[in-house]
């Protein structure tokens, strides 16, 4: 599942696809986000095999992304659902279905999931806001900068920054 670490990065991104793992991991977070919570109805909504699944559930809780529910004792059975720590990655894979969306990468039938909110049933997207005014950026106005934790690699790269933007 995974050839290299990404230990000793100095890298949000890097740190959270570790928790993550990899593709099958994300689309297991989507289900659960979704409701879903046993093992079988994780193994039907995905077609991974059990092997895959059971590695990738594994590596979700090590990494406290998931916790591991007892819902039955005879024979132990158990439900998986989201941590805290977890329901904040569901940004990354609703950031993910709404660019899959806007270029329709899973056909022209349309998006196959909407997200609306819950108490007015209008569609929601994610953006940028200025955390000062709460007023919506533009992907081409953000301007990576380096932060506190930043090292000589993380500074290297915005070097490399150009000052356009699609």
């Not at 979704?34 to 995905?46: I, P, V």
């Not at 998986?80 to 899959?100: E, F, M, N, P």
Request: aromatic share 6%.
């Amino acid at each position: 599942m995974r050839s290299k670490g990404f230990d000793g990065m100095a890298c949000s991104i890097a740190g959270v696809l570790a928790a993550i793992g990899d593709r099958w991991a994300v689309l297991i977070l989507r289900d659960l986000s979704l409701g879903l919570s046993k093992y079988e109805d994780l193994r039907r909504s995905t077609g991974v095999t059990n092997a895959t699944l059971s590695d990738r559930l594994r590596h979700l809780e090590d990494n406290e992304l998931i916790e591991r529910r007892r819902y039955q004792t005879n024979p132990e059975r158990y439900e998986y659902v989201l941590s805290r720590k977890g329901w904040d990655t569901i940004l990354v894979t609703q950031a993910l279905a709404q660019v899959g969306d806007k270029w329709a990468v899973s056909g022209d039938g349309g998006p196959p999931l909407k997200f609306v909110n819950r108490k007015t049933g209008r569609p929601l997207k994610l953006a940028l806001i200025d955390s000062e005014t709460g007023e919506r950026v533009r992907v081409r106005d953000v301007l990576p900068q380096a932060g506190p934790g930043a090292d000589d690699l993380v500074r290297w790269r915005l070097t490399h920054l150009k000052n356009e933007r699609p």
